[in-house]
């Protein structure tokens, strides 16, 4: 998540998902000098019944990767109107949530798996009064420090205290040796 605004009264955060923008950008562009190169070099290969079907279905997958899934996210948290503003916005959809400031109770890293050590997925989670929790997600390139950080922002902005990561618990186990003492 990239800081557009940070005043005392403002906070606003945006992320857009550019790794996978240009992860299957590249995919559909490769997809298609691969029919380039078909239709040059080996237009017998068009004769195959899969192979059509097959790039049509990569350009498909591409298209409504692009057209769908990548949504561009926008957090505004404003004292002045007391307000907390999501906004969701695709190519073809846009969705926005507001609550006021006062109905969100924590700002918290939850670890999307059993497993809460440091490798561990975590996401952003806005926890409200109703008990709906309200996702942010930046990514799953980002590090946990990075979400770490951006939770800490948040929190201080809305005058709560940071969060730190637990220390990892490790169960340990002594093995005993059951040969005979002499």
């Not at 929790?133 to 590090?143: A, C, F």
């Not at 637990?166 to 005979?180: A, F, R, V």
Request: glycine share 4%.
């Amino acid at each position: 998540m990239v800081i557009l605004e940070k005043t005392p009264t403002q906070l606003k955060l945006r992320h857009r998902p550019y790794f996978l923008w240009i992860a299957t950008g590249s995919w559909l562009f490769g997809i298609l000098i691969l029919i380039l190169l078909i239709t040059i070099q080996f237009s017998w290969l068009l004769y195959l019944w899969w192979l059509p079907v097959f790039l049509i279905l990569n350009i498909l997958i591409c298209i409504s990767l692009l057209l769908f899934t990548q949504q561009v996210i926008n957090c505004h948290f404003d004292k002045e109107n007391y307000l907390f503003i999501l906004r969701k916005q695709g190519f073809l959809t846009k969705k926005i949530l507001w609550h006021p400031l006062a109905d969100i109770l924590d700002i918290k890293l939850k670890s999307t798996s059993w497993n809460h050590d440091k490798n561990a997925n975590y996401q952003i989670v806005i926890v409200l009064k109703s008990g709906k929790d309200l996702i942010l997600n930046v990514g799953q390139d980002s590090g946990i420090d990075n979400k770490l950080e951006i939770v800490n922002l948040i929190r201080k902005f809305l005058g709560m205290p940071t969060q730190t990561l637990q220390k990892d618990s490790i169960m340990k186990i002594k093995l005993y040796d059951n040969t005979p003492e002499s």
